[in-house]
């Protein structure tokens, strides 16, 4: 067994599909039937249906699934839920165990050769497990051992040798005592989820706006004049959008959707908690569809800054001149760029009909206020930050920024992956973050800087790393160039993953590897002073608690803050330096709350506020017109037309998500949308590109990245034919990431590019 090869890549998972055309219309019945037969599936009826009506409810738990805010008032009796957290509730509730006889029965080269959909499949973890140096098989170990065995690694190497990721799950408290835990032992190498996700816009907003969060609220978005939706699938990721964007029709607004694919959930939309609606069937959400190419978004926004300055020198009354003068700076700049830039360069970057953008800039023009939200089609881009900062640019002339219906919308993904950043997951914070840190525990942090992700990786690979240690997530998978990734965490001594259920990155691992399982968000956290609610941040800056309800399926499992205090309380055991009551911020999580109010700003109150139904606001200033920059204005910029010539019979392959996944981990094998059903080893491509190629539907083809010299592939994928621009192609996330070069990431934020790949494609003789 032991000299078997170990998949680090995802096998095959499923050797037949079809096709079948893509819907116009999304969600309505046949979403709520989908819901119900997952929960059918995985769970137990009367428990799924317990606790799918407390599912985003007052005194409920936040669905894990997405960070869309809920309504305030309006909650839906039969649960603020929707298609796609209810498969995020039934992977978590899941009936099926994944305990140690499970690893008994499995070698890791068996579970390596399950699909990432069989292996997610196989349950919940239950018990903390352990893979010895030499062993091919996890087996279980007491909690006592697990943190003993970790002490002692950390504590036999430099702390800048290892890393502490962290998933977008954790919640505040369990985040705050984590980054508490890994500085006091000393570094700062707190890679996270959002590096690879809304890095880019953290890092354009910051700078242009002095805030690296969005500034609009749930209410903006009911009341913008017009929203623009671009590299965002909300149908599949964010389904709870499409309600608010149903109301923001409602009210008279109107929607521009920018994406080189026509997603079904931005076209139509039917809400399934309405009855009324669903014999209506439903309202047409965007006005105007504009198919760009990938990539082509900075140049579309540049086009139309073009159209706007026409119409302001013609007409005037195009640019808020008033917000301009008064509270921004380089406007001068900005101007003198757009008059300089080439209309027709712009149109035929965008890949976009020149009508369409002259109606997008009439639109824009006829409508006072306006938000841009985007998502990974913008981000993930070797330009993601010059284009959030064009997207900046563009509100800024119209002045909408900080008043009602109008400003940035980044919408976030993970259910708390903006808290996270807020409790001090991130490798570089501030010195007066530090020094507040310090004081609050009589500790001395280290000020260096850490890794991010893709630093964390190379670190790895040049075994200048030798300890990972993932709170949550499916880091293997999830990051860039999967064999160069499984190569660095090969190198480790140890790898270490707090999990809900088993995935590829327990499979991939250091000379010794351990598992701890924790409480998900459905579950009850029972600790010394009673019965524990956590609370979480969603993409619009609102902190609310979230109460787990049912019971946990393991008696074994601890939560994530107790996890992290009994690892402290191991390594800290003998030392001098640190001298922090572990237990008494373990045993009541208002303790760990009164220590976040004393660390960081905007939590004042945090106990009595986060009670309180509605929880509170973070103070956010862009949404005041307060920008906290340098000089305490908005900051126009000048940002060049990206690089997007590839040599002839070059593709650009984006990566995004099906309908039926959550990140790495599968719910099934279908994309009901796009109507691609059994498969996710596919290849979307346009069907004249296929006819100049030779192509049929569901040819094989070997696909190969090529960047600096190197070159990275996968293998027998299928030909799918999609309606996308000329020129690009479509996989799955995570299929498709061994294509992605560690060395392509965003400039200045180092998000990989996921989503501008540039590939060749190799027929496969049948
Ligand atoms: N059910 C479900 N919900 C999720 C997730 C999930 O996997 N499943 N993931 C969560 C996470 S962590 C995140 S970050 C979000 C992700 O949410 P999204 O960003 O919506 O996710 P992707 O599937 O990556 O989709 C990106 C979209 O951008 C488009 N696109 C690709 N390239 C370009 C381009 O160059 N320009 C433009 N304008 N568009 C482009 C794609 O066609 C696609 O519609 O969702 C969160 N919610
Ligand atoms: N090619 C490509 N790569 C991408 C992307 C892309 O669009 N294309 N998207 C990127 C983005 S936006 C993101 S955010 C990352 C996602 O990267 P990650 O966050 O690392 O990946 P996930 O798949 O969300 O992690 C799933 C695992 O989390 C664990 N888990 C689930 N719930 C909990 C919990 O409550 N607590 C704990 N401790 N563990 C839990 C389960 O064991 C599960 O297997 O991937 C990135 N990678
Ligand atoms: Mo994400």
């Given at each position: 067994m032991k000299d078997q090869k170990i998949n680090h890549r995802p096998p095959q998972s499923s050797d037949s599909f079809e096709i079948s055309t893509p819907k116009e219309k999304s969600v309505g019945m046949p979403a709520v039937v989908e819901s119900l037969r997952q929960m059918n599936k995985y769970m137990d009826m009367p428990k799924a249906l317990r606790a799918s009506l407390k599912m985003n409810q007052k005194g409920g738990f936040d669905c894990p699934g997405c960070a869309w805010p809920d309504p305030d008032d309006e909650r839906s009796p039969l649960g603020e839920y929707c298609e796609n957290g209810i498969k995020a509730l039934a992977e978590e509730a899941t009936k099926f165990r994944a305990n140690p006889d499970f690893f008994l029965k499995h070698s890791i080269a068996e579970l390596s050769a399950m699909s990432d959909f069989t292996l997610g499949k196989s349950g919940r973890l239950t018990q903390p497990m352990y893979l010895a140096e030499g062993d091919d098989h996890y087996r279980a170990i007491s909690w006592e051992a697990a943190f003993k065995k970790m002490a002692a690694q950390l504590n036999a190497v430099n702390p800048n040798e290892a890393i502490f990721y962290t998933s977008g799950r954790t919640s505040n408290e369990a985040a705050f005592l984590y980054q508490l835990f890994v500085r006091a032992y000393g570094t700062n190498n707190l890679p996270d989820c959002s590096n690879m996700c809304h890095e880019s816009s953290g890092k354009a907003l910051s700078q242009t706006l002095g805030i690296?969060?969005?500034?609009?609220?749930?209410?903006?978005?009911?009341?913008?004049?017009?929203?623009?939706?671009?590299?965002?699938?909300?149908g599949t990721n964010h389904p709870r959008m499409l309600s608010a964007l149903e109301k923001n029709k409602a009210n008279g607004g109107t929607i521009i959707a920018v994406n080189p694919m026509k997603e079904a959930g931005l076209v139509h939309y039917t809400n399934p908690q309405k009855v009324s609606r669903m014999l209506m069937g439903g309202v047409d959400l965007t006005d105007l569809y504009l198919p760009i190419r990938i990539n082509g978004d900075l140049a579309f926004v540049k086009a139309l800054m073009i159209l706007l300055l026409e119409k302001e020198e013609k007409n005037g009354g195009v640019f808020d001149h008033d917000f301009i003068k008064a509270q921004t700076t380089g406007y001068d700049e900005v101007i003198a760029s757009i008059k300089t830039a080439d209309f027709d360069t712009c149109v035929k970057e965008s890949g976009l009909q020149e009508a369409d953008i002259r109606k997008a800039a009439e639109l824009i023009v006829a409508n006072k206020n306006m938000i841009i939200c985007w998502a990974m089609g913008i981000t993930q881009q070797v330009n993601g930050v010059d284009t959030i900062k064009e997207i900046v640019n563009l509100l800024l002339l119209r002045g909408s920024i900080g008043k009602s219906g109008a400003g940035t919308c980044p919408v976030r993904g993970h259910s708390n992956v903006q808290g996270d950043r807020t409790m001090g997951i991130y490798e570089s914070m501030s010195e007066g973050f530090h020094q507040k840190l310090d004081k609050a525990f009589g500790i001395q942090t280290p000020r260096e800087h850490g890794y991010a992700t893709i630093h964390a990786i190379e670190a790895m690979y040049e075994k200048k790393a030798k300890v990972f240690f993932a709170m949550g997530g499916n880091f293997l998978s999830a990051a860039p160039d999967t064999d160069y990734?499984?190569?660095?965490?090969?190198?480790?001594?140890?790898?270490?993953?707090?999990?809900?259920?088993?995935?590829?990155?327990?499979?991939?691992?250091?000379?010794?590897?351990?598992?701890?399982?924790?409480?998900?968000?459905?579950?009850?956290?029972?600790?010394?002073?009673?019965?524990?609610?956590?609370?979480?941040?969603?993409?619009m800056g609102v902190v609310h608690s979230s109460k787990g309800v049912l019971s946990p399926l393991s008696p074994a499992l601890k939560s994530e803050v107790a996890i992290v205090a009994g690892l402290a309380k191991a390594v800290f055991a003998n030392s001098?330096?640190?001298n922090i009551d572990w237990n008494v911020l373990e045993g009541d999580y208002d303790k760990i709350r009164e220590k976040i109010e004393e660390v960081i700003p905007g939590f004042e109150d945090y106990n009595n506020r986060v009670r309180e139904k509605n929880g509170f606001e973070l103070p956010n200033g862009a949404r005041t017109r307060n920008f906290s920059t340098s000089d305490g204005k908005a900051h126009f910029t000048v940002n060049a037309l990206p690089e997007n010539e590839i040599p002839a019979g070059h593709y650009h392959l984006g990566t995004v998500r099906s309908h039926d996944q959550y990140n790495t981990t599968i719910y099934g094998l279908d994309d009901r949308y796009r109507g691609i059903k059994n498969g996710r080893e596919v290849i979307l491509m346009n069907k004249k590109?296929?006819?100049?190629?030779?192509?049929?539907?569901?040819?094989?083809?070997?696909?190969?990245?090529?960047?600096?010299?190197?070159?990275?592939?996968?293998?027998?994928?299928?030909?799918?034919?999609?309606?996308?621009?000329?020129?690009?192609?479509?996989?799955?996330?995570?299929?498709?990431?061994?294509?992605?070069?560690?060395?392509?990431?965003?400039?200045?934020?180092?998000?990989?590019?996921?989503?501008?790949?540039?590939?060749?494609?190799?027929?496969?003789?049948?």
């Open positions: 690296g969060k969005g500034s609009v609220t749930l209410e903006d978005i009911h009341q913008a004049d017009l929203i623009m939706v671009m590299g965002q699938n909300p990734t499984a190569e660095g965490l090969r190198n480790c001594e140890l790898t270490v993953h707090v999990s809900t259920k088993p995935n590829r990155s327990h499979l991939v691992h250091g000379k010794e590897a351990i598992i701890l399982p924790c409480l998900g968000r459905t579950e009850m956290d029972m600790q010394a002073s009673g019965y524990q609610f956590v609370s979480v941040e969603n993409s001098e330096k640190v590109d296929m006819q100049l190629a030779g192509f049929k539907a569901k040819d094989k083809v070997n696909v190969h990245s090529i960047f600096k010299g190197k070159t990275r592939s996968i293998f027998n994928f299928s030909i799918v034919p999609y309606d996308l621009p000329q020129g690009n192609l479509m996989a799955y996330f995570p299929e498709a990431n061994p294509l992605v070069p560690i060395d392509s990431f965003a400039l200045e934020s180092f998000t990989p590019v996921s989503k501008r790949i540039v590939v060749k494609l190799e027929r496969v003789s049948a």
